[in-house]
């Protein structure tokens, strides 16, 4: 897969009340068309006024769960980013309410590709999350303590890796 051809030119969201990390992701996706966002109330107005192929949401600091029932109900997927957000909690809750994607501000350099990702997953009309845990699972097991952390809660992580959006 070749990240930058799959966005090349497509109209994404960004949301982060950090405007280092937005920075950071604006150099990651410049081959991308980007808005971008510090509050809560500047994405909720973008998502509620424009159409983007993914939306990027940090959880804290913007009130994130909150534009992603916004994207959700627009029918954008999103990617919640986070790094004080970083829990087996947050990643379900995550899951539960729609996002396509969770991905570590640890892994930012790799943004291209989650986002090249979810694009694709949509597009093919499959789950990003197979994706997910093909590329950080193990990032995760190391996080939450080993593997067993996805076997409590194994019934729901085999339905949103096979599910169909």
């Keep these: 897969m070749d ?10 969201l960004i949301v982060d009340d950090e405007q280092d990390i937005l920075d950071t992701l604006a150099e990651l996706l410049k081959m991308c068309k980007l808005d971008t966002a510090t509050t809560f109330e500047e994405g909720q107005k973008l998502l509620q006024e424009n159409l983007y192929e993914a939306a990027i949401l ?3 600091g913007v009130k994130g769960f909150d534009l992603l ?3 959700t ?23 539960e309410q729609g996002a396509s994607y969770y991905a570590p501000k640890d892994k930012i350099n ?4 989650f986002v090249a990702d979810v694009i694709e997953a949509k597009e093919n009309q499959k789950s990003a999350w197979i994706k997910v845990f093909e590329r950080l699972g193990h990032f995760y097991d190391h996080k939450f303590g080993g593997p067993d952390w996805r076997k409590k809660e194994q019934a729901f992580w085999e339905k949103r890796t096979r599910m169909l959006r």
Excluded at 73 to 94: D, F, N
């Design 73 to 95: 109900q627009r029918g954008i997927p999103a990617l919640m980013l986070t790094a004080h957000a970083l829990s087996e909690e947050s990643l379900k809750k995550s899951a």
């Design 3 to 12: 990240p930058q051809k799959i966005i090349s030119g497509k109209r994404i």
């Design 110 to 113: 790799d943004i291209a590709v």
């Design 58 to 60: 940090d959880i804290m």
């Design 69 to 71: 029932a916004i994207a």
